[in-house]
């Protein structure tokens, strides 16, 4: 079964410090790389997502996120951040041989302190 | 545009009742996923509809079944309700005609049992 590992629950940097969150996932096919984000008292929103091609793929707000196949990683990036950014991520995995069914990670909580 | 959304927004019940969630899908997408999230923990995939059928099952007891109707909204019914079913329930939903991977969350419902 596939797996999805996120190395940080928690996470706390000041505003315009670089972000790096780590995500590796456990399947050997092709999967698709997701990057979710949950403000405060808001739904889960697509950050990124990678399906194929360049293995750095660029999302919302800033953020940006790079597929190592050889490393089962996807790992999330911001090189400056913001008190907005304060939130909970995931990291979820779609398996080719799981339809359209996602894996989440157990998610990191950012705080950025103003 | 009109989102995914849930009703109701939260819920108490008591252990041994049953409870039914309700998902209406976005805009143009006709088919539906549902998510328990546990406190502190990422989304756990229940199940998914399409064409009005299962498409799909997690690591979820029988207790836990859905419906979709023909308007592409859907319902998640859990019978017997445990303590550990206390979560909040998120459904998601996509297109098989575009990016049948990218799916878009709703606000969730927040079950507790007590």
């Known amino acids: 079964a596939q797996s999805v590992s996120q190395h940080n629950h928690h996470v706390i940097l000041s505003e315009a410090a670089s972000l790096e969150l780590g995500c590796n996932y456990s399947?050997?096919?092709?999967?698709?790389l997701f990057w979710y984000v949950q403000y405060p008292g808001q739904h889960l929103q697509l950050l990124l997502k990678?399906?194929?091609?360049?293995?750095l793929v660029k999302g919302i707000k800033g953020f940006e996120a790079e597929f190592i196949k050889s490393k089962f990683s996807f790992n999330l990036r911001k090189p400056s951040v913001q008190w907005s950014d304060t939130a909970e991520y995931f990291c979820?995995?779609?398996?080719?041989?799981?339809?359209?069914?996602?894996?989440f990670g157990g998610g990191t909580r950012v705080l950025v302190k103003p | 545009e009109t989102g995914v959304t849930q009703s109701p927004t939260h819920l108490i019940k008591t252990r041994g009742q049953q409870v039914t969630l309700r998902c209406s899908s976005q805009?143009?997408?006709?088919?539906v996923s549902w998510y328990q999230q546990a406190l502190g923990q990422g989304p756990q995939f229940i199940f998914q509809?399409?064409?009005?059928?299962?498409?799909g099952r997690g690591n979820f007891p029988p207790r836990f079944s859905g419906l979709q109707f023909p308007n592409y909204s859907s319902e998640l019914n859990v019978n017997a309700l445990e303590l550990d079913d206390s979560a909040l329930y998120l459904c998601?939903?996509?297109?098989?005609?575009?990016?049948?991977?990218?799916?878009?969350f709703g606000p969730g419902t927040r079950l507790t049992v007590t």
């Open positions: 998601a939903s996509s297109s098989s005609g575009t990016s049948v991977y990218e799916q878009y």
């Open positions: 990678y399906f194929s091609g360049d293995p």
């Open positions: 399947y050997g096919g092709t999967v698709n």
């Open positions: 805009s143009g997408h006709n088919t």
């Open positions: 509809y399409y064409r009005e059928e299962e498409n």
């Open positions: 979820a995995v779609n398996a080719g041989a799981a339809g359209n069914k996602l894996t």
